[in-house]
């Protein structure tokens, strides 16, 4: 089973002035992360404003992908090093989830990051048939349980059940419940040591790490990865007086990064800090003024 732990990154997608996809700031990204010791990379997920962008064959997600596994394959070449991409492939229509899931299998991406259901609001028996049908695909699935983005809550019961099913590996938690995730933790991970609990929350990293959990899957670290990985990595070595130090380092941006919406928080303070970035595509708006100071006093004070 493909074990994950330590810190991955939901990108960001740049575009340029006009709302196009900023190819060559996205490999430019992509070469940061790896250059910065990242763990993983998570394209194509939320944070990467999927819902806007093209997915017809040749188009703008299949190029996205194109650069990644390009420059991750390249970076393992000369290095030696791993690095896993799970790929962004939710959708609640299962019949697409399903197409999104061979699209990952397809181009060699180590896992693919599935959402529950959105808007349909499904029922548990719902939800895990949508999990059987994607976990038959053949390649590694991390669900994605949010309830403030889905409207439904994976509750632990019904992740037990999903965690039985082939090639499910793990769960990027951002319910924002702790206990839910120790929960997980106690009734799943216990019986499954190598299900990964990666957290969804950037604030919440040091917490679950330090009741079992395994990681990150971080919006913060699209600007600052080495930071994020030290942190994460300090609290899995069981180093907590060095983890806590990392994490309240952070706490300002972590709170920043996220202060009017996402990705919206994180492209704007990426662009303060000149890194490839630009506009988020309608409906998403650019940050407000006072948002922009909130996230522009938080880099100060967090020296990023």
Do not use: W
Request: hydrophobic residues 40%.
């Amino acid at each position: 089973m493909l074990k994950l732990q330590g810190a991955f990154t939901a990108m960001i997608t740049p575009m340029k002035s006009d709302c196009s996809v900023d190819y060559e700031g996205f490999r430019k990204t992509v070469k940061f992360q790896l250059e910065q010791g990242i763990d993983g990379l998570v394209p194509l997920g939320t944070t990467a404003e999927t819902p806007t962008l093209d997915e017809r064959p040749g188009q703008e997600e299949d190029q996205l992908i194109s650069i990644v596994m390009e420059e991750v394959r390249a970076f393992e070449n000369a290095t030696g090093k791993h690095i896993p991409v799970i790929l962004g492939a939710g959708s609640n229509n299962t019949k697409d989830a399903v197409a999104y899931c061979e699209r990952a299998k397809k181009a060699g991406a180590d896992a693919a990051l599935v959402v529950t259901p959105y808007y349909n609001k499904p029922s548990k028996e719902g939800i895990c048939q949508h999990f059987a049908a994607v976990s038959k695909v053949g390649i590694p699935i991390v669900v994605y349980n949010i309830a403030g983005r889905t409207g439904v809550n994976i509750t632990t019961d019904t992740l037990a059940r999903i965690a039985e099913l082939p090639n499910i590996v793990g769960v990027k938690e951002a319910s924002g419940n702790i206990n839910q995730m120790m929960e997980v933790i106690a009734t799943i991970k216990s019986k499954k040591p190598d299900f990964a609990v990666l957290s969804g929350d950037d604030a919440l990293t040091l917490p679950l790490i330090s009741v079992g959990g395994d990681g990150i899957i971080s919006v913060v670290s699209n600007l600052a990865p080495a930071a994020v990985v030290e942190m994460a990595h300090k609290a899995l070595e069981g180093d907590f007086d060095a983890a806590r130090k990392a994490h309240y380092k952070l706490l300002p941006f972590f709170k920043a990064a996220f202060v009017d919406g996402n990705p919206t928080s994180i492209k704007y303070a990426m662009s303060v800090k000149g890194m490839p970035s630009g506009p988020c595509r309608l409906p998403l708006a650019e940050v407000n003024d006072g948002a922009k100071k909130v996230i522009e006093d938080a880099l100060k004070e967090c020296g990023l």
